[in-house]
Structure formats: C-alpha cells, structure tokens
C-alpha cells in the first residue's frame, strides 16, 4: 500500500513536470510567432513607407540586360533607396518574381521602396520627343537620327551611314509597289521613345504614322483622280515643299495639277534641288549647272512628275493634293512686296514675268 501510494506521487510530480515543460516551449514558440510578427511588420514598413531621398527627383537609367538584384544594389548606390536588404527580403518573403524593365525612370521625393519597384514593373520610363518637321527628306532625317540622345544606341558621326534604315520599303509595299525606300512615307509628326528605342523602331513608326493619317477616304479619292497612292505623295511633297503658307497649299496644288494636264514641266526649284542632292552636289543654292542637270528630277528639264517624292508631305499638303482649289492659275512666284513666304499667282505668262521681274529687283535692291 505504501509502495502504491509512492508510484502515485510520482505519476502526479511527472505529469506536473511535463506540463511545465509544455508551457515553456508554448511560451517560446509564442515569442517567436510575435518576434517574427515584429520582423515582418517592420520590413513591411521598410519597404512602404515613403522616405525623401534627395531633396528633388532623381532620374536613372536603367540598361538592358541588368539583373534585379543589380537593380536594386543601383537604387542604393543612387540614393533611392536607404538600404536594399529589407526589400530583398521582403521579395523573397512574397515568392515576388518581378520583371524589371529597363529605360530611365523618374523617382520622386518621398518615394517608398516598393513604389519605386512597381513603376519599374510596369514601365513607366521618362519619354523624349523627336520631331520631324513637314518637308524633311530622309537626308534630314538621318541627320536628326544620328545625334538622338537617350535611345538604345549611341551618336553616329557620319549620317550618311543611317540611309539604309530608309530602305525598309515592305513597311508600304501595299501602298507602293514600286517604292524603292521610305522617302514621302516618314510622316512628319512628334513621336515619343525612351532608353530602349532604336532608331529601326523610330523609323516603322514614321511609317506607321502614315498609314493612319493617309485614310481609306484619301485613297478613295486618290482613285477618282486617277492618282496612285506615290503619285499623290509625290505632288504632296513638291506642295510641302513650295507652300510657305498654308492657305495657299491648295492654289499651288491647282497650279501643279493644271500644269501635269497641259503637260507643261512643273518647273520645281525643290525638284532640281533634290537632283543634287542624290548626285552629291548640292551646294546650299541653286547653280546653273543644277538646272542644266540632267535628272529625272530635275522638273525644268523633264515633263510630269518626279519619279517620287522629294520629302514628306504633312497631313494638309495630301490633302490640298487631293483637293486642288477651282483656279486657273498656271504660275506662281515669291511676293517680293512681302516677308511672309506669300506667292504672287498668275494665269498668263505675261503676268508672270512681270512678277518674275519685280523679285529681281528686290533681291538686287536688298544685296547693295
């Protein structure tokens, strides 16, 4: 009976035993759960509080083919972020696979770590502006694509070497069998790109521009004219090319069309101009020995129009091309009574060199 009673006082003492051993590993186990609470909390906070890291915006370029943790070790180094650790941990934590896009990205002050992660996710890069201006040829192109600064590849000295990006001629091969490049087809407008656009990129939008601004209506119109598609973009780029004012596109539309039905040369200066510049000659004026050349360009010496366009015509001269005003006027010549760029535009040839003659003297006048 003794013997009984002690094996239950020690049944008793061990089952007291374990239980405190029970509650000391729950205890631990519970400060633990909360220290690893705590932890998460405060990596949580590291990583979304918005902290001012300059006292203005910063912006930083990202180059192709860098990793994220490269990334990351780059936004500290350029003050965006404090320190990277706790974002990193905070990735791993979240099983986050982020795709990180390369370009320049604006951060502004304050700015959270995670903010300054998801505008990198989702591309949202600092954009410049390039503006081709109405009447470019691709000669002036390439020199505007050569010095571009803040795209994916770096300044050419001589722009001369770009001419082939111009010769993709399969972008407007449905437009334009017959197109030998892109010249007329670069559609003169601003377009935007970032740290990744190449100059190849930059170019199919030019020509993607301008299948949207040369519509289904202006083809159905071309059409009724009987005017092929280069044939419209061709008169469209001696228009650009003349017209100083807008208003008067249309009457030197009329004048050209008047002149290609009575089959008198268009007499062009921009054509002639043209002309030297693919035989490498053009000397910043016209020479006699320009308008003596013999060029299918050159409109003094060859009936009808060039053999294509000489520049791109901007959204109004293809309109102006497709809708000549109802004049008879067969000549057109600089006001030298104005500095506006205006024409003096007469139907008879009498009248014409009485304006003709009335230039000289201004430009004689001027020179003394």
Excluded at 265 to 274: A, E, K, N, Q, S
Excluded at 284 to 290: L, W
């Amino acid at each position: 009976m003794i013997a009984s009673s002690l094996r239950n006082v020690r049944r008793k003492v061990g089952r007291a035993g374990t239980s405190t051993e029970n509650g000391r590993v729950l205890l631990g186990l519970l400060f633990l759960l909360l220290l690893a609470f705590g932890a998460l909390y405060w990596v949580r906070d590291q990583v979304t509080r918005p902290v001012a890291h300059t006292a203005q915006d910063r912006t930083i370029s990202i180059a192709i083919g860098t990793s994220r943790q490269q990334i990351l070790r780059q936004l500290r180094r350029e003050g965006v972020l404090a320190t990277d650790w706790p974002l990193r941990l905070w990735l791993s934590l979240l099983d986050r696979q982020l795709v990180l896009k390369a370009g320049d990205y604006r951060f502004p002050t304050p700015i959270s770590a995670l903010q300054a992660l998801e505008r990198m996710e989702r591309g949202q890069v600092v954009t410049r502006s390039l503006t081709i201006p109405e009447g470019f040829n691709r000669y002036d192109i390439a020199r505007l694509l050569a010095g571009l600064e803040g795209i994916a590849e770096p300044p050419v000295a001589e722009p001369s070497t770009l001419l082939p990006l111009f010769d993709r001629v399969s972008l407007i091969a449905d437009l334009d069998p017959t197109a030998g490049n892109l010249e007329g087809y670069l559609f003169p407008d601003t377009y935007e790109y970032s740290a990744t656009t190449t100059r190849v990129q930059l170019v199919e939008a030019m020509a993607r521009r301008f299948r949207q601004v040369f519509t289904d209506q202006m083809r159905q119109r071309a059409g009724e004219m009987a005017l092929s598609t280069r044939e419209v973009v061709t008169l469209a780029s001696l228009v650009e090319k003349e017209a100083q004012l807008d208003r008067e596109r249309e009457l030197i539309s009329a004048v050209f069309h008047r002149r290609l039905r009575e089959g008198v040369p268009l007499g062009c200066d921009p054509t002639v101009i043209y002309a030297a510049l693919l035989a490498d000659r053009y000397r910043g004026k016209i020479y006699r020995s320009d308008l003596d050349r013999q060029s299918p360009y050159n409109t003094y010496l060859v009936r009808g129009l060039p053999p294509g366009p000489i520049a791109s015509p901007g959204r109004r001269s293809l309109e102006a091309t497709l809708s000549p005003a109802p004049v008879d006027y067969l000549y057109f010549v600089v006001d030298a009574t104005r500095k506006d760029g205006s024409h003096v535009f007469s139907t008879t040839a009498a009248n014409h060199e009485a304006a003709v003659r009335r230039l000289r003297e201004a430009e004689r006048a001027a020179s003394r």
